[in-house]
């Protein structure tokens, strides 16, 4: 999985916890604001019919973080404002 502020330029790597339609837990080893809007690519796994893996770009709003005192990693909540399936080509510096 990749995220990045909105209108900032480099991706930066986290981890999926638990995803939704409406929402996903993503660990990150940088904290992010609580309402900051971000920007997420997510891999799907690949699907037997096809050769490769689906991605969805997503748009959201963090609304939770959890830093973790066991763990240097931060977890945080994103609420998802919109998605779409990406081709299987599409590069990260697209949308």
Do not use: K
């Not at 997510?42 to 830093?67: Q, S, Y």
């Amino acid at each position: 999985m990749r995220y990045r502020q909105v209108g900032a330029g480099d991706w930066c790597v986290g981890r999926t916890e638990n995803i939704s339609r409406s929402g996903v837990l993503v660990r990150t080893e940088e904290p992010v604001e609580v309402d900051v809007p971000i920007e997420l690519r997510l891999e799907m796994p690949v699907i037997p019919a096809h050769h490769e893996p689906a991605e969805i770009w997503c748009r959201g709003r963090v609304v939770r973080t959890v830093a973790s005192a066991d763990h240097p990693s931060t977890r945080y909540a994103v609420a998802i404002e919109e998605y779409d399936f990406l081709p299987p080509s599409a590069e990260f510096l697209t949308h």
